[in-house]
């Protein structure tokens, strides 16, 4: 999924590298008919943008997914949340 958003954020014409875009991803195993299986994923974007392309990166962070293979893939199946914090240099 960083993949894709740095993708998304490169056709804005904002760098994502080095170090500019960072995740933290966290996924909830439940069994809900005594089968372990992940059912949520909760995804915390981290995204250094120069200043005045704020409004830009919150676009594609509201559509990226949209894109996404990963994200299609386990649309239905699991629970994907995505948050984000944009910080500016």
């Known amino acids: 999924m960083v993949g ?35 059912t949520r994923i909760s995804c915390h ?12 990166a919150e676009r594609a962070l509201k559509v990226f997914d949209r894109g996404c293979p990963v994200a299609q893939t386990l649309k239905g199946a699991v629970e994907i949340e995505h948050a984000w914090d944009i910080e500016s240099y």
Request: charged content about 30%.
């Open 4 to 38: 894709t958003l740095s993708g998304a954020l490169e056709a804005r014409h904002i760098p994502t590298s080095p170090d500019k875009v960072k995740a933290e991803v966290q996924g909830v195993i439940e069994a809900p008919d005594g089968v372990l299986k992940i």
């Open 45 to 56: 974007y981290h995204v250094k943008v120069p200043a005045g392309k704020e409004e830009a």
